[in-house]
């Protein structure tokens, strides 16, 4: 006996496992130079970069970004 809903099912399933262009080509946002203080480590500037983009496309925030520049920034907050 053949189930009439059985190969629409299967169909369905397929298409949405396949992984469609529009979600892999999701623009990032625009990085700028990560800035921070004299005698910051290069490689913790580069890890800042890597985060801060990453926590942008987590968000779903690169569409949103995508005419803008982001500049990510290490600062540090001195008591005066």
């Known amino acids: 006996m053949h189930h009439p809903h059985a190969e629409f099912s299967l169909l369905l399933a397929c298409a949405l496992a396949i992984p469609w262009p529009a979600e892999a080509a999701a623009p990032k946002p625009q990085l700028a ?9 290069a490689r913790l500037r580069a890890q800042l970069g890597k985060t801060v983009e990453r926590e942008l496309q987590a968000a779903g925030l690169g569409p949103a970004l995508g005419a803008f520049q982001v500049s990510p920034a290490l600062v540090q907050l001195r008591r005066y």
């Open 33 to 41: 130079a990560v800035t921070a203080p004299a005698g910051t480590d």
